[in-house]
């Protein structure tokens, strides 16, 4: 079992800039690729992102190309999302997923096994 805690959702206008923060506990977050998702109001969830095991290779929503980036600190048990020239659109809740089997490019939340409450993000206009 792995409990995934997300952290660092706010209030930003737009253009501004937020660090998000996923802690694990339980096996250690070695062990998984890792993937953020949000949820927007009335929306499926959406991939973001990806990040592999060793953090060698990441993967992300053509969204956010460019604006998000994914790092991860295994000695930490933490992965991070970094949100820059955040939009309106950015808007959703953000949730942090962790995946035994799969690779930084694994967009379907099928795959992963493990997922946190979510973190809220908000981008004023």
């Known amino acids: 079992q792995v409990q995934l805690v997300e952290s660092g959702g706010g209030l930003v206008q737009a253009g501004g800039s937020l660090r998000l923060s996923c802690e694990a506990s339980?096996?250690?977050?070695?062990?998984?690729?890792m993937g953020w998702f949000r949820q927007a109001p009335g929306k499926e969830h959406e991939f973001v992102g990806g990040i592999s095991r060793n953090a060698q290779s990441t993967y992300y929503a053509d969204s956010v190309k460019g604006r998000f980036n994914i790092s991860r600190d295994n000695a930490k048990n933490t992965v991070y999302l970094q949100m820059n020239s955040l939009k309106p659109e950015d808007t959703a809740v953000y949730y942090c997923?962790?995946?035994?089997?799969?690779?930084?490019?694994?967009?379907?939340?099928?795959?992963?096994?493990?997922w946190g409450k979510g973190t809220q993000v908000t981008v004023s206009s």
């Open positions: 339980g096996r250690t977050v070695s062990r998984y690729a």
């Open positions: 997923a962790a995946d035994l089997i799969g690779a930084a490019s694994t967009t379907i939340k099928n795959s992963y096994e493990y």
